[in-house]
Nanobody, 122 residues
Framework: VQLQESGPGLVKPSQTLSLTCTVSGSSITTNDYYWTWIRQSPGKGLEWMGDIGPSGIADYSPSLKRRTSIGRDTSKNTVYLQMNSLKLEDTAVYYC???????????????WGQGTQVTVSS
């Protein structure tokens, strides 16, 4: 299974971020994986943002829920992340990952994308 994140590298404050995770080697509708978005800000640890499971229902970090939407496009086998009202502190490397269970523990992820840098700056 391979995951590839894509999206804009630079976004202005208050704008909306849209990221795509293209999945190959597995269908995103499989019962085998939860597809997760994780980010890492400079100097900080990994932050679980949310995931979408086989049912297509997404779960979110309580701290990001108001600004975040995770969905999927089954025709393109992609998972997407949208985050609005971006702040400077949203600057981070954003990762897409897959795990066989719904988890926030990085050791339990089976596959990771390489990550995409997002910088929030005016």
């Amino acid at each position: 299974v391979q995951l590839q994140e894509s999206g804009p590298g630079l976004v202005k404050p208050s704008q909306t971020l849209s990221l795509t995770c293209t999945v190959s080697g597995s269908s995103i509708t499989t019962n085998d994986y939860y597809w997760t978005w994780i980010r890492q800000s400079p100097g900080k640890g990994l932050e679980w943002m949310g995931d979408i499971g086989p049912s297509g229902i997404a779960d979110y970090s309580p701290s990001l829920k108001r600004r975040t939407s995770i969905g999927r496009d089954t025709s393109k086998n992609t998972v997407y992340l949208q985050m609005n009202s971006l702040k400077l502190e949203d600057t981070a490397v954003y990762y897409c990952a897959a795990a066989g269970v719904e988890t926030m523990y990085e050791d339990e992820y089976d596959y990771w994308g390489q990550g995409t840098q997002v910088t929030v700056s005016s």
